[in-house]
């Protein structure tokens, strides 16, 4: 069974910098593009970067390009976001996902605020 | 990038009615949209994929159509655990845009 475990939320203030972890199993980890995905208060589902299942290829949503640097260590199946610059429009529930969106994790909430 | 345009952004309906959602692309996207369904504040839950496929375990009242730029989810016979937020996505090219949003009410 897939299971998506997501970790490294918390409260940052504007500006700070933040790295989610996304721990896999019950698949094969390096065989499969991944992807995060967030939710902000209100808003509806936004995606914010992709990765492959080798590691070699990246993309990034409009919003947080040259913010975010998505990376993967396929040796201990986990998937990662480095945040920086974070602006209170971050503030989200952030998702990975296997492949396009065929699993997610449960999320974890990232609030960026003064 | 590929915008993606969700009508309408929100429904009534009652258990057993049949209703239907669209999804527009702004370019052709083949047949590589997905469906999703989110309730409050859960993960969310893949239904359809290349269009039409449904995922495993996924009721058949559930169905998808479409391809290149217009899509339709259908709900028929809507029962009361189906009343959540539906979104779509493609992801023929990167970012894997999705649709506003759809929130399903009950009536």
């Known amino acids: 069974e897939v299971h998506l475990v997501e970790s490294g939320g918390g409260l940052v203030q504007p500006g700070g910098s933040l790295r989610l972890s996304c721990a896999a199993s019950?698949?094969?980890?390096?065989?499969?593009?991944m992807s995060w995905v967030r939710r902000a208060p209100g808003k509806g589902l936004e995606w914010v970067s992709g990765i492959s299942g080798s590691g070699g290829s990246t993309f990034y949503g409009d919003s947080v390009k040259g913010r975010v640097t998505i990376s993967r260590d396929n040796s201990r199946k986990t998937l990662y976001l480095q945040m920086s610059s974070l602006r209170v429009e971050d503030t989200a529930v952030y998702y990975c996902?296997?492949?396009?969106?065929?699993?997610w994790g449960q999320g974890t909430l990232v609030t960026v605020s003064s | 990038d590929i915008q993606m345009t969700q009508s309408p952004s929100s429904l009534s309906a009652s258990v057993g009615d049949r209703v239907t959602i669209t999804c527009r692309a702004s370019q052709g996207v083949s047949n590589w949209l997905a469906w999703y369904q989110q309730k409050a504040e859960k993960a969310p839950k893949s239904l359809i994929s290349?269009?039409?496929s449904l995922e495993s375990a996924v009721p058949s009242r559930f169905s998808g159509s479409g391809s290149g730029t217009d899509f339709t989810l259908t709900i028929s016979d809507l029962q009361p655990e189906d009343f959540a937020t539906y979104y779509c996505q493609q992801y023929k090219s990167y970012p894997h845009t999705f649709g506003q949003g759809t929130r399903l009410e009950m009536k």
């Open positions: 019950g698949f094969i980890f390096s065989s499969s593009a």
């Open positions: 996902a296997k492949d396009r969106g065929s699993n």
């Open positions: 290349g269009a039409s």
